[in-house]
């Protein structure tokens, strides 16, 4: 152990890049015309911690400008507000946060 697989390296990641090859389809991200050539973890995968095999996220095929894109900036703001699934934009919780002071 100790040699946790990459999530690229996933079957079912190479299984949908395969099938965006043999059937390409437009590129995820609302109102881009381009044809998704890359596949995409969605949420990011820089958002969550990943996790093979627990639906932890979706695969969706995006252009590579828009993938490359997506590590940090998340598009024209245009784009997410025209987005019906906008809500998985939603930054994680925060983690340790401290509770209410009642000191003062
Ligand atoms: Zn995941
Ligand atoms: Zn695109």
């Known amino acids: ?3 946790p697989k ?4 996933e079957m079912i990641y190479r299984r949908f890049r395969d099938a965006l090859k043999r059937n390409p389809q437009p590129c995820a991200i609302d109102g881009c015309d381009r044809l998704a050539d890359t596949v995409d973890h969605m949420p990011p995968l820089a958002a969550h911690d990943h996790l093979e095999g627990s639906a932890c996220c979706v695969l969706r095929g995006v252009c590579a400008q828009h993938n490359y894109a997506a590590g940090g900036k998340l598009g024209r703001r245009r784009q997410l507000l025209r987005s019906r699934t906008s809500s998985v934009f939603m930054p994680s919780p925060p983690r340790n946060y401290p509770g209410p002071s009642r000191q003062w």
């Open 1 to 3: 152990m100790g040699t």
């Open 6 to 9: 990459r999530p690229h390296d």
